[in-house]
């Protein structure tokens, strides 16, 4: 599913050139703030750092 998403947002690049600026500056915008970028790196990092006991 996630390489469907992906291939769409690629096909969408290609077709519509200014959509190719607009999403590099949203992300060049996303990736200025610390705050944003500290944020989400730690709701990525978060499921991971969580440890799973095993069920007796």
Known sequence: MKWLILGALLGLLILFPPLLTAVAAAVAWLLAKPLLVGL?????????LTHRRWAR
């Open 40 to 48: 989400g790196l730690g709701l990525v990092a978060r499921p991971h």
